[in-house]
């Protein structure tokens, strides 16, 4: 077998790649270092908290601890899984009654556990806790019921190996969270809400001869509104238009003012001299 010296780079290449690769293998028996990475998030904090928490500051507390609270399922009832190098899941989160729940929290409303009634349940049976459980007055339940692709649009041009190209593409998400009273089974409030979801993605590339071969170098970027979040911040938003409504306390409004401005696109003009 012979080895061209056109074959030596790539080998090269190959070798120095390994050798890269290397520095991140460990022994079986070894812990590898943890990579380095952003510091977890603790305060993130949108308008959506803000007004959760102003519902707390502002609504006196007979109000808020005159209704218990308990939320249930918000169940994913789309229908729609992706496939990934490890298996299949969900489009959507399947976590958002916990979300729900601690939005209400935040708000500073009396929240029961209606989440897992497994320890209630073994705690009664064992008669440490015999009617102890505390009845919830209105319950949250509700269900993610619409996720809609939309064709996007793109264009792509090329010209003599140079080529670039715009890519948009949106996603409808839709839920619905209704409000319970448990005691007549009166359903109360209903909060149906939708937000597109809008990615974008550009590229570039450039293809070129140099003898007999031919060397491509290619750009992609894009950005997507992260859909996990984005449903969190829906549900949030539910939950406070809800207590707002019940506890007839809309003076917080003003901490989501700002997100429902139109906004105008066009350019301004310069005064003129």
Same mark, same amino acid.
């Given at each position: 077998m012979y080895v061209t010296r056109r074959s030596?780079?790539?080998?090269?290449?190959?070798?120095?790649?390994?050798?890269?690769?290397?520095?991140?293998?460990?022994?079986?028996?070894?812990?590898?270092?943890?990579?380095?990475?952003?510091?977890?998030?603790?305060?993130?904090?949108?308008?959506?908290?803000?007004?959760?928490q102003c519902l707390a500051e502002t609504t006196?507390?007979?109000?808020?601890?005159?209704?218990?609270?308990?939320?249930?399922?918000?169940?994913?009832?789309?229908?729609?899984?992706?496939?990934?190098?490890?298996?299949?899941?969900?489009?959507?989160?399947?976590?958002? !009654?916990?979300?729900? @729940?601690?939005?209400?929290?935040?708000? =500073?409303?009396? $929240?029961?556990?209606? &989440?897992? %009634?497994?320890?209630l349940v073994f705690?009664?049976?064992?008669?440490?806790?015999?009617?102890?459980?505390?009845?919830?007055t209105h319950h949250f339940t509700g269900s993610i019921n619409r996720l809609d692709f939309f064709p !996007?649009?793109?264009? @792509?041009?090329?010209?003599?190996?140079? =080529?670039?190209? $715009?890519?948009?593409? &949106?996603? %409808?998400?839709?839920?619905?969270?209704?409000?319970?009273?448990?005691?007549?089974?009166?359903?109360q409030k209903v909060q149906a809400l939708d937000k597109q979801i809008v990615g974008d993605e550009i590229k570039a590339g450039v293809g070129r001869f140099f003898g007999s071969s031919l060397v491509e170098v290619g750009m992609n970027g894009g950005s997507r509104e992260p859909l996990q979040f984005v449903s969190a911040q829906m549900v949030k938003l539910a939950g406070y238009n809800t207590l707002a409504d019940v506890w007839k306390n809309h003076g917080c409004d003003k901490h989501l003012e700002e997100l429902y401005k139109p906004r105008d696109l066009a350019p301004k003009q310069k005064p003129a001299a």
């Open positions: 030596i780079p790539s080998a090269a290449s190959l070798v120095a790649l390994l050798a890269t690769s290397a520095c991140s293998v460990a022994l079986r028996e070894e812990n590898i270092p943890n990579p380095p990475g952003p510091p977890i998030v603790s305060n993130l904090v949108t308008p959506f908290d803000e007004a959760l006196p507390k007979e109000v808020r601890r005159k209704m218990i609270f308990g939320v249930g399922e918000i169940a994913d009832l789309t229908g729609k899984e992706q496939v990934t190098d490890g298996g299949s899941g969900k489009f959507v989160s399947q976590g958002l !009654g916990d979300v729900l @729940q601690s939005a209400l929290v935040q708000a =500073g409303a009396l $929240v029961v556990n209606r &989440r897992d %009634m497994r320890v705690d009664r049976d064992r008669a440490k806790l015999p009617h102890g459980i505390v009845p919830t !996007g649009g793109s264009v @792509q041009v090329g010209v003599d190996g140079i =080529g670039g190209g $715009v890519r948009q593409y &949106r996603v %409808m998400v839709g839920m619905n969270i209704a409000l319970t009273d448990t005691r007549t089974g009166e359903v």
